[in-house]
């Protein structure tokens, strides 16, 4: 029979398992860290590039994150077709530098590639943007005052639909994004090879970051939805248009991911169906390590994620002679959420929620 003492005693089991959990972890991460570095197998302008090359990638992840957690802000919905947003935008990058590139403008010199890939990503925002407004319109609003399983589920269902809808009309062949040369340029010689599209990629990600926490928090539409994300019943009786405000919500959530995807495929110079998925849960898993429905939070947790996945392998792994330790960046990177979310469940920077009103 069930009794308190049994209840204790799983709670005892379970916390002895966490801290056990806990103290494993941080061995290895410290003991491991200490014989890497002790064993000087790579040099500073190794760690540097590693550094780059998780900036780059957390810079990616953030913005696909900001999409998520914006969502999650106004809805209390963790959107699980985000992930196929960016990969809609990946695929509209794509089909945009095709074309530009048959014109000769892709690869006419700097200014013309600067110009190309400004419309690629315009292209992306539009086709991403499109997407989402008919998901939220077709597969949320219904739902909007349903018990929470019921979106979840939906997302899932939407998210397993864009996918194989994708499939369907592109085949689950892989489609390359044209050469750009130039992008594979060094940006600044010297001690660390940062390469141009590096330099495009974590300065793409900057302006669109601080654009987007400047509108939040400096304009009209902004404060609506921080008003709406506080409370929808009242922020609608004060005059805001709360469907509006979800719908740009989500809009600009879905411009974030296409811009995503174009720079991701520049980097990856790939897109496929299933492109969305692996970034899509990296960004979630951001999102929550910065604290879900933080702006600020979904920025810093990607760029955490992505340095991580990057040096953490070869820092926490080499020394203890593990074999391909970079196979691994997914294990170093949910452990990391799992320990974050054990010391701070509210993440880094704390999880954002209304607070509710007597």
Same mark, same amino acid.
């Given at each position: 029979?069930?009794?308190? #003492?049994?209840?204790?005693?799983?709670?005892?089991?379970?916390?002895?398992?966490?801290?056990?959990?806990?103290?494993?972890?941080?061995?290895?991460?410290?003991?491991?860290?200490?014989?890497?570095?002790?064993? $000087?197998?790579?040099?500073?302008? @190794?760690?540097?590039?590693?550094?780059?090359?998780?900036?780059?990638?957390?810079?990616?992840?953030?913005?696909?994150?900001?999409?998520?957690?914006?969502?999650?802000?106004?809805?209390?919905?963790?959107?699980?077709?985000?992930?196929?947003?960016?990969?809609?935008?990946?695929?509209?990058?794509?089909?945009?530098?095709?074309?530009?590139?048959?014109?000769?403008?892709? @690869?006419?010199?700097?200014?013309?590639?600067?110009?190309?890939?400004?419309?690629?990503?315009?292209?992306?925002?539009?086709?991403?943007?499109?997407?989402?407004?008919?998901?939220?319109?077709?597969?949320?609003?219904?739902? #909007? @005052?349903?018990?929470?399983?019921?979106?979840?589920?939906?997302?899932?269902?939407?998210?397993?639909?864009?996918?194989?809808?994708? #499939?369907?009309?592109?085949?689950?062949?892989?489609?390359?994004?044209?050469?750009?040369?130039?992008?594979?340029?060094?940006?600044?010689?010297?001690?660390?090879?940062?390469?141009?599209?590096?330099?495009?990629?974590?300065?793409?990600?900057?302006?669109?970051?601080?654009?987007?926490?400047?509108?939040?928090?400096?304009?009209?539409?902004?404060?609506?939805?921080?008003?709406?994300?506080?409370?929808?019943?009242?922020?609608?009786?004060?005059?805001? @248009?709360?469907? #509006?405000?979800?719908?740009?919500?989500?809009?600009?959530?879905?411009?974030?991911?296409?811009?995503?995807?174009?720079?991701?495929?520049?980097?990856?110079?790939?897109?496929?169906?299933?492109?969305?998925?692996?970034?899509?849960?990296?960004?979630?898993?951001?999102?929550?390590?910065?604290?879900? $429905?933080?702006?600020?939070?979904?920025?810093?947790?990607?760029?955490?994620? $992505?340095?991580?996945?990057?040096? $953490?392998?070869?820092?926490?792994?080499?020394?203890?002679?593990?074999?391909?330790?970079?196979?691994?960046?997914?294990?170093?990177?949910?452990?990391?959420?799992?320990?974050?979310?054990?010391?701070?469940?509210?993440?880094?920077?704390?999880?954002?929620?209304?607070?509710?009103?007597?």
């Amino acid at each position: 029979m069930y009794t308190r #003492r049994t209840e204790r005693l799983i709670d005892f089991a379970i916390g002895a398992f966490l801290w056990g959990f806990r103290i494993v972890v941080v061995l290895v991460v410290v003991i491991g860290s200490i014989l890497t570095l002790a064993a $000087g197998q790579f040099s500073l302008a @190794n760690w540097l590039r590693l550094m780059v090359d998780g900036l780059t990638l957390g810079s990616v992840y953030a913005l696909i994150a900001l999409g998520y957690t914006m969502v999650y802000g106004i809805l209390r919905m963790i959107n699980f077709a985000h992930g196929e947003i960016f990969m809609s935008g990946a695929f509209g990058g794509y089909f945009a530098a095709v074309f530009l590139n048959g014109a000769g403008i892709l @690869n006419g010199g700097p200014l013309l590639t600067f110009l190309a890939i400004v419309v690629m990503i315009l292209a992306a925002m539009a086709v991403s943007t499109t997407l989402a407004l008919l998901v939220e319109r077709i597969a949320y609003r219904p739902l #909007r @005052n349903a018990p929470r399983l019921v979106p979840l589920i939906t997302a899932i269902g939407a998210s397993f639909f864009l996918q194989y809808s994708f #499939r369907g009309f592109f085949g689950p062949g892989i489609y390359a994004y044209p050469s750009v040369p130039i992008l594979q340029g060094e940006l600044l010689p010297g001690l660390v090879r940062v390469r141009v599209i590096d330099g495009l990629v974590v300065g793409a990600a900057i302006v669109m970051m601080l654009g987007l926490y400047l509108f939040v928090t400096r304009t009209r539409v902004g404060t609506a939805m921080r008003a709406v994300s506080e409370d929808k019943e009242t922020a609608a009786l004060m005059g805001i @248009n709360v469907d #509006r405000i979800i719908v740009t919500t989500f809009a600009i959530g879905a411009m974030m991911a296409g811009a995503a995807g174009v720079l991701y495929g520049l980097m990856f110079t790939q897109v496929y169906f299933f492109t969305g998925f692996i970034p899509g849960l990296k960004a979630f898993t951001s999102a929550v390590l910065g604290g879900i $429905g933080n702006i600020p939070g979904a920025m810093l947790g990607g760029l955490f994620l $992505g340095v991580t996945e990057s040096i $953490g392998p070869i820092l926490f792994l080499s020394g203890l002679n593990v074999p391909s330790p970079n196979q691994l960046k997914d294990v170093i990177a949910f452990t990391m959420l799992v320990l974050i979310l054990i010391f701070r469940p509210s993440g880094i920077l704390g999880e954002r929620l209304a607070a509710k009103r007597a």
